[in-house]
């Protein structure tokens, strides 16, 4: 089971730190992602790590802006967004797939039921 948490209401130029709590103890065993859907598009690829936490990868629109972390100790996975632009108004899902540094939507199999974050400008 992945719960996220951290969505909210920010102004353009904010930041936002998005937690996913994960059950089980195959966590470990499992790269996670972040993927987001705004409201009339379909869900995107957002950032993923590996199950050891060594590398991660992220799409274009938020590279150097997010950063994807994660404690496999308290089965947590991070989300931390900086700079936060109108366009990444959307719905974030924590998921998880076998795949290592997957982009690739329907390769996650386990979602959690999603985070609202809002940027006004």
């Known amino acids: 089971q992945l719960v996220e948490s951290g969505g909210g209401l920010v102004q353009a130029g904010g930041s936002l730190r998005l937690s996913c709590a994960a059950s089980?103890?195959?966590?470990?065993?499992?790269?996670m992602g972040w993927l987001r859907q705004a409201p009339g598009k379909e869900r995107e690829f957002v950032a993923a790590?590996?199950?050891?936490?060594?590398?991660?990868i992220y799409a274009d629109s938020v590279k150097g802006r997010f950063t994807i972390s994660r404690d496999n100790a308290k089965n947590m996975v991070y989300l931390q967004m900086n700079a936060l632009k109108p366009e990444d108004t959307a719905v974030y899902y924590c998921?998880?797939?076998?795949?290592?540094?997957?982009?690739?939507?329907?390769?996650?199999?386990?979602w959690g039921q999603g985070t609202q974050v809002t940027v006004s400008s």
């Open positions: 998921a998880a797939t076998l795949i290592p540094s997957s982009d690739y939507v329907g390769s996650y199999d386990y």
């Open positions: 089980g103890r195959a966590f470990s065993s499992f790269n």
């Open positions: 790590i590996r199950w050891s936490g060594a590398d991660s």
